[in-house]
Each structure stands twice: as C-alpha cells, then as structure tokens.
C-alpha cells in the first residue's frame, strides 16, 4: 500500500555559522502525496526546504533520490532530478507577463530567437492541465495579478518541466478564504498528477484538508512524520509546540534526540 518515497533524506544536519538549525532530520516525500511540513516559526522548515532545493547545501546527512545517494549541491542539481521549489517569496518578475516569468531563465528558443508560440501554447496547456481558469490571458503582466493568481502562476511555472517534487512554502499565507481554497485544490492536483507534493503551511485547517502525511519539526528536530489519517488537529498542535504528543515525538529528555524521530 505504502509508496517508495522519491525524496528520502535521513540524519540532515545544518548549522548557519555557530547556529545550528537542523539536528539530524529525517524527511520523505512520495509521489501521489501531498506531504505537509509543519512547525513553529524559526523551526527551520524553511531551511529545510531549502536544503531540498539545493539552495543550502546541508552539513551531513543523506539525500536519497528514487533510494539512491545523490548530491545536491546546487538548485541546478535539484532542477535536473526534477525537483521545483516554490519559495515563499515566489520571484515572480513584476513587469513581465504570465509566459514570460513561467519560462524565466529556461526560454524556448528557434534558433537564435525566442519561440513566443511555443512557450505561450505551453504555458496555456499546463494552466488548463491544472483546470486554472481564474486568468484572464497568459500575456498579463504579473503587476496585475491578485495574490492568489500568481501563486497559481509560480505553481504552474513548477510543474512545467519534468517535475517529480513539487516544494510549496507557505503558498495561502498571504491569501483570503476563497483563494486560499483554489490554492488548495491545486496542490491536491498537483498530488493526484502523481508528483509528490511537499506544502508548507501554519493553518491546520489546511493541513487536513489537502495533506496524506505530516511532518512536525520541533526546534530544528523531526518530532514526527506521520499519516493525516492517524492523528488529531490537537496531537499535531502539540507536536508543534512541545515537539511531543503521547508516544509520538521526541524523547522526553529535552534536546536529547536519542531514538531519533518517530517514523510512520
Ligand atoms: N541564512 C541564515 N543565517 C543564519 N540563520 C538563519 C539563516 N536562515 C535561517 N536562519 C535561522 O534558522 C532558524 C530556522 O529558520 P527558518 O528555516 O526560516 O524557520 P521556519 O521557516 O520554520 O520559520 C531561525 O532561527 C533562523 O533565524
Ligand atoms: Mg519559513
């Protein structure tokens, strides 16, 4: 029943000079599953992801890709395993339109000049392939695209390559109820198109609506990863904010990750 991961990394430590953010963390992600990342502010989720990203290369630690040892050292090395993330900040390019910012950097070319046709019939397909209707044109300008549209727009640009790992981080913090639904939706399409789908998000209400799994750092630690199906929104709170909850989580002693986190 349980699928192989593609993402599998085991004991990721990261330290930013004396700081030491990430104490070694398991973490797996499977393809046909939304995987919720979760943790209080400063709990390094971010640092994770971008460890994932190649953006951080982490200190030691594996990273395993389909089971096999592979180096990431660099979002070049990510991109080519199939790995896209979408960071917080989105990068989208203000002034350039739809088209322009999915295929920034990785333009399609005829020859010497830019093939407009192509990436612009592409970038429709993969919109209509996600069912977006919510843009009026691909040729719009990002400057006039609400925020949930062009969390929709940094989305799709993800999953045009050959994406396997899709990494969204926080993508509804910003957005209101109605948008924050669509956003969803999305992310579960994004699942049952097969890719693996890790989303970060503070809200618990979208955790359980969208996430197959969820993955709980405490402080820099993995205090769990475990099935949606198999815990409470007040086990997950817990494992939040005290890095425990009944038998799942870390050891009692503080800091003392002995056992190692907990696997589903
Ligand atoms: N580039 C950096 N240099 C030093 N410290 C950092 C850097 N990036 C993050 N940190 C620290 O790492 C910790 C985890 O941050 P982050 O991964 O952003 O957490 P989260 O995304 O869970 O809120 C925080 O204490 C933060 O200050
Ligand atoms: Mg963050």
Redesign the pocket.
Known sequence: MSVTPVLDLRGIDKS?GP?K?LHDVDFSARPGEVTALV?D???????LVKCIGGVHPFDSGRFLWDGRPVRVDSPRDAASLGIEVVHQDLALCENLDIVQNMFLGRERRCGPVLDEAAMEELAIRTLSSLSVRSLRSVRQRVSALSGGQRQTVAIARAVLWDSRLVVLDEPAAALGVAQTQQVLELVRRLADQGLAVVLISHNMNDVFAVSDRIAA?YLGRMAAQVRTADVTHAQVVELITSGRSGDLGLPREAGVPAAGPSAS
Not at 41 to 47: D, F, L, V, Y
């Open positions: 930013f700081v953010v943790g502010n400063g709990a390094g989720k971010t640092t750092l």
